[in-house]
């Protein structure tokens, strides 16, 4: 009789142990949290001004902490004159020879004309002279080079006229076009940076931290303001290992808030395929009772005043599945 009660006592602490032990395993824990927006120095520049403090409200937009533009400012000045020329020289091409251009270099070609006539009946002369034995051989050369001199003259003059007349090469118009092209984008690009000089918020949420303070200069890459994002925060909590396989994305589960009544439904929206701790393989079956899975929870917009970093405790038995509709 005695050892019926001892076995009747045993077995009714093994059911409470695994009782307990599958409320346990029934039960998530974690906290809240939000999107956490790391924005970065993109220069080793100075911090002149903060605008905002910690803990603000902000709106995508609004200017969080200002670096020192002034040697950027230079480089878009720069930029900027080198547009202007590219393009100056573009229209210049565009519109060809002007009329007072044009008409100076005809001139030129009818002086070197009237030179060219000259030179000729001097040359003409020279050599009669010669022929007749009133001058020496080398007037006679001095003569010819003057006029072969002044026909060089007149082809010269010729070209130039042509060259203003015929307008612009197709190819240096289609150079001129790729150096604006490049003057433009590399405007852009000095511009851009320098927007990015001003850090401001790219989502609307709290300003959580500013690591940096006014007079400190950064270092590229590194962070200087740490948002947290609007709207309803999520309950990242861990899954016990024998409850993984009773949970599918899209599940609703009830999520308790430390310090609020009432219970929330949120929707399971993400579980890691990977455990938080020892890999399963080199575990035993009890051991692997032991692991936990990180998992992702979204809470309904009546959550949205929760401020992040609160416990939770999610029941991991489901209430609902929401599926989505999909059109082909």
């Known amino acids: 009789m005695k050892t019926f009660f001892i076995s009747a006592a045993i077995l009714t602490l093994a059911f409470c142990l695994n009782a307990c ?12 949290e939000r999107d956490r927006i790391v924005l970065k120095a993109t220069a ?11 803990g603000a409200v902000v709106k995508q937009g609004d200017l969080l902490v200002q670096l020192d533009d002034t040697q950027q400012q230079a480089q878009v000045a720069k930029a900027t004159a080198n547009l202007a020329s590219a393009k100056a020289t573009q229209s210049k091409l565009r519109n060809g020879a002007r009329i007072e251009d044009i008409a100076a270099t005809r001139a030129q070609l009818e002086h070197a004309e009237a030179q060219l006539i000259q030179m000729e009946k001097t040359f003409s002369r020279t050599a009669t002279l010669v022929n007749q034995k009133l001058l020496g051989q080398a007037e006679l050369d001095n003569a ?13 003059a010729k070209q130039n006229l042509l060259l203003l007349t015929n307008g612009t090469r197709a190819e240096d118009l289609t150079q001129t076009d790729a150096l604006v092209a490049a003057a433009e984008a590399a405007l852009t690009a000095e511009q851009f940076k320098l927007q990015q000089l001003s850090i401001t918020a790219t989502r609307n949420g709290v300003l959580d931290q500013l690591p940096k303070y006014v007079g400190e200069r950064t270092n590229i890459g ?3 303001a740490l948002l947290l994002a609007s709207g309803a925060p999520y309950a990242r909590v861990y899954i016990p290992e024998p409850a993984r396989t009773q949970l599918k994305v899209g599940q609703i589960l009830k999520v308790h808030v430390d310090g609020f009544e009432k219970s929330f439904d949120g929707k399971l929206r993400w579980v890691s395929q990977d455990p938080a701790f020892t890999p399963y393989y080199a575990l035993n079956s009890t051991d692997r009772a032991r692991l936990v899975y990180l998992a992702e929870i979204d809470l309904p917009e009546s959550a949205n005043d929760l401020p992040s ?7 991991l038995i489901a209430t609902a599945v929401i599926t989505e509709n999909r059109t082909k």
Not at 21 to 32: F, Q, R, Y
């Open 309 to 315: 970093g609160l416990p939770v405790q999610v029941d």
């Open 21 to 32: 032990s599958n409320k346990e395993h029934n039960k998530a824990l974690g906290t809240l």
């Open 222 to 224: 590194e962070a200087v």
């Open 144 to 156: 010819r080079a003057q006029r072969d001199s002044t026909q060089a003259d007149v082809r010269r």
């Open 44 to 54: 080793a520049e100075i911090i002149i001004a903060r605008p905002l403090r910690e």
